[in-house]
């Protein structure tokens, strides 16, 4: 069992750079799956990126593709999201996930545990 925990948001203007940071509790961290999910007010929740336990596959949306990156501690059980280039549709609260079964990583439904989500604010 692992207990997600997001921290790092903000607000930032266009074009600015954040990181999130996902720290979880547990023995079992370096066994799932991670994702960044996110939802801005009025709209569905949405997969932003992800990573595999060993870190060695990774999907992006295409809307943060060449600007956002995933990557994966293990041994300081984290997980890590760069995102360059801000823009103000990325506005919304980032939920970190893990995941058991890599098998539909994109479907938020299939995620095990979630933290409470941190909010990024871009402002044009």
């Known amino acids: 069992q692992v207990q997600p925990v997001e921290s790092g948001g903000g607000l930032v203007q266009a074009g600015g750079s954040l990181r999130l940071s996902c720290a979880a509790s547990?023995?079992?961290?370096?066994?799932?799956?991670l994702g960044w999910f996110r939802q801005a007010p009025g709209k569905e929740r949405e997969a932003v990126a992800g990573i595999n336990w060993s870190g060695t596959i990774t999907y992006y949306a295409d809307s943060v593709k060449g600007r956002f990156t995933i990557s994966r501690d293990n041994a300081k059980n984290t997980v890590y999201l760069q995102m360059n280039s801000l823009k103000p549709e990325d506005t919304a609260v980032y939920y970190c996930?893990?995941?058991?079964?890599?098998?539909?990583?994109?479907?938020?439904?299939?995620?095990?545990?979630w933290g409470q989500g941190t909010q990024v604010t871009v402002s044009s």
């Open positions: 996930a893990a995941v058991q079964s890599w098998s539909a990583p994109k479907k938020s439904t299939r995620y095990d545990y």
């Open positions: 547990g023995r079992t961290f370096s066994i799932y799956g």
